[in-house]
């Protein structure tokens, strides 16, 4: 499409490279596609972009739903190689999409009534209490089934 290395080509492309701003929602994968075809349309101008520049130049133009990934990329590795920022976040997003995830945090849920209690009740939770089960249908002090302890006279 641009063949001709002139001033105006290349202008044109490095503009269009630093315009490619993620859209919140957007597709993670067309975003790469076209990534990877601005920056091989520059290769073309005889543009060189070590692998590290590409990273940082590809992680500054994702949405901000990337916000927590980026920064673990940017400072938590002593190098940056392309290749594997791409794997990470492909994979990244494959795991987002599956777990049905989006920009909202992540959270931790725990379920309750069953801390401290082990199997040897044979399923059944232990309530606490003097509570009602199904053995006992009345008063625990007079055996009755009439009425419970709380109302019982005798």
Known sequence: MFESKSLSNKLFLKEEL???KME??????????????????????????????KVVIFLTFLSLSYKHFRMTLMFGKGTLKYKDVM???????????????????????????ERGH???HGGKSNNGGNS???????????????????????
């Open 18 to 20: 630093h315009s490619l």
């Open 24 to 53: 919140e929602g957007a597709s993670l994968m067309e975003h790469v596609s076209t990534f990877n075809r601005c920056i091989a349309n520059l290769q073309r101008m005889d543009k060189v972009y070590k692998s590290e520049d």
């Open 87 to 113: 794997q990470d976040i492909l994979m990244h997003d494959i795991i987002v999409q599956h777990s049905g995830d989006s920009s909202q945090g992540e959270g931790l849920v725990a379920r309750t009534g």
């Open 118 to 120: 082990s199997s040897k």
């Open 132 to 154: 009602r089960s199904e053995n006992n249908e009345g008063c625990f002090k007079c055996g009755s089934k009439d009425h419970w302890k709380r109302n019982c006279l005798g």
